[in-house]
């Protein structure tokens, strides 16, 4: 595959080259440039970005001449022509805003779906999202990453529901742990994995110990509602992103996202950039609403990645009237190529003493036999299996007769662990 890229960033090209399959040419000259998209053998794809402080009329006729000889456009808009960015991608163009020069390789070689010989590799990276409030997506988020880390992988999840951060009561953080709004705000250049590092914050009631389990860390945004002057702007999201997926030392980022969809469609971007989407899916008549919605909204959005979508099934509330059963049928008709990663139960004595709890617990280790936990972590070896991770450690085993003693007490936890 051929790619012409024209811009001045430093390490861009060489960066460019470690991609495999792809041949770079980098003339410092549009003119050169639209010679080589009019010639006979037109490039597959042409990378502009505003480095060499071009006009941005120019760059936009570039991008036309290019579309018109059917070559691919990728934009990077970091510099002077930012504020374009959104022009950019609503016209369709594939656009963000980097400035590091690994981050932007990682973009290029996902765009065009090449895998790096030597540079930057991209993370499996799974978002948990939904169109509606309260539906669990947090709580999906908490218990997918125990379970995950009980499969010795390490994960790294980002909190970006900025606005209502659910992880911070949720695993304890404290208000000293970083927030990496302040990341952001110093801007693109710093949003590569070494600018990330000191963001993260690392507890240690999440580390794996001996026991071999991998550790769970977290990138938090704010620890009670956001101020707005910290409102995170999509495109510096989708950048910061970048950096995240490049992360250095975990197997997989999750990524709780906010409710809000059309004005932070982050769950889209991630299903766009290659990576995977797991909705909770309660089955009352408004949480089915909320997860059309937002796959009507995929549909719309990335067509072809629907089966990167999950559903994960959440028994309701006492009370609730429809059940699992009744909506599984109707998602299957309704979007055929969505997957599935089975049902979790209903726990809500375990979520209770896991709130209660003097500190962080996760619900695994409360009732470590009951159905709840055996539920996750078969959604958990259902997950791995989906996005191809290979855990190091087995499915830990739950004893039958506990099982059935803990789901007979209502999911009593098998020791009594309260501090
Ligand atoms: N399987 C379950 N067992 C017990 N409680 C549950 C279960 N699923 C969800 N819950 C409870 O439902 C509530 C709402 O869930 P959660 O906060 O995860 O929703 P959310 O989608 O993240 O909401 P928001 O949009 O406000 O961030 C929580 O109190 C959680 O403990
Ligand atoms: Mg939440």
């Known amino acids: 595959m051929e790619l012409v890229i024209f811009s001045a960033l430093e390490g861009l090209q060489a960066r460019a080259e470690t991609l495999r399959d792809l041949a770079v040419l980098a003339p410092s000259r549009l003119d050169q440039v639209h010679r080589l998209l009019s010639g006979e ?18 760059l936009w006729r570039s991008a036309a001449i290019a579309q018109q000889a059917g070559v691919r456009v990728l934009l990077n808009l970091y510099g002077p022509a930012r504020a ?21 390789a990682a973009w290029v070689g996902a ?14 990276v799974v978002a948990v999202g939904a169109a509606k ?40 953080v404290p208000s000293s742990a970083p927030s990496y709004l302040h990341l952001i705000q110093r801007g693109p250049a710093h949003w590569n994995p070494t600018g990330i590092r000191p963001f993260i914050y690392a507890p240690d009631h999440t580390r794996g110990g001996s026991s071999g389990w991998g550790d769970i860390d977290f990138l938090i945004g704010s620890h009670s509602v956001a101020r707005a002057e910290n409102d995170v702007r999509l495109p510096d999201w989708q950048g910061f992103f970048e950096g995240v997926a490049a992360a250095d030392g975990y197997d997989l980022v999750l990524i709780d996202t906010p409710p809000d969809y059309l004005r932070r469609p982050y769950a889209t971007h991630v299903l766009q950039q290659g990576g995977t989407v797991i909705l909770p899916a309660p089955p009352g008549a408004r949480e089915r609403m909320g997860v059309g919605h937002m796959l009507d909204h995929f549909r719309e959005h990335a067509p ?18 429809a059940t699992v059963a009744d909506v599984t049928g109707l998602f299957a008709r309704r979007y055929p190529q969505v997957g599935t990663l089975g049902t979790l139960p209903r726990s809500p004595r375990l979520a209770s003493m896991a709130d209660e709890y003097d500190g962080y617990i996760s619900m695994l280790d409360l009732g470590p036999h009951s159905p709840f936990t055996q539920a996750t972590h078969q959604v958990t070896e259902a997950l791995c299996a989906r996005i191809s991770l290979a855990p ?28």
């Open 41 to 58: 053998r037109p490039p597959d794809a042409l990378y502009l970005d505003d480095s060499r402080g071009v006009p941005l009329p120019d």
């Open 84 to 104: 374009a960015l959104n022009d950019a991608q609503s016209a369709g163009i594939p656009a963000v805003s980097l400035a590091d020069a690994d981050a932007v």
């Open 111 to 124: 765009q065009l779906g090449l895998d790096a010989t030597g540079g930057p590799r991209r993370l499996p």
């Open 133 to 172: 409030g309260g539906i669990g997506k947090t709580f999906a988020t908490c218990v997918l990453a125990e379970g995950l880390r009980r499969r010795g992988l390490r994960i790294l999840v980002w909190d970006s529901d900025i606005s209502n951060p659910g992880l911070v009561p949720a695993f304890r």
């Open 304 to 321: 072809d990645r629907l089966d990167h979508c999950l559903l994960l099934f959440m028994e309701p509330e006492r009370g609730v009237t």
């Open 392 to 419: 190091s450690l087995p499915m830990p085993r739950t004893s039958p007769w506990r099982r059935f003693v803990a789901g007979f007490q209502g999911d009593r936890p098998a020791a009594p662990a309260m501090a």
